[in-house]
């Protein structure tokens, strides 16, 4: 388990994604609007990350959907 409440799998995973703003940033903007609309994915990304956390931690609370 990682310092960030991740599994090593989840962690991978969030590590990709950060590479994924990274690079996304490198890349020259084609419309005004395309920068917010990532970061709007990246965020919405994170924030299932971050349930998987919960529901690891808090079942009862965080419902999984298996029951």
Do not use: S
Not at 30 to 43: G, K, L, M, S, T
Not at 49 to 59: D, K, L, N, T, W
């Amino acid at each position: 388990m990682r310092a960030d409440g991740l599994t090593d799998e989840e962690g991978e995973v969030m590590d990709h994604l950060c590479w994924a703003v990274d690079a996304f940033e490198e890349l020259e903007m084609q419309h005004p609007d395309e920068r917010n609309e990532f970061y709007a994915a990246v965020h919405r990304i994170q924030d299932l990350m971050a349930v998987r956390i919960a529901r690891r931690h808090y079942p009862k609370g965080w419902l999984n959907g298996n029951g």
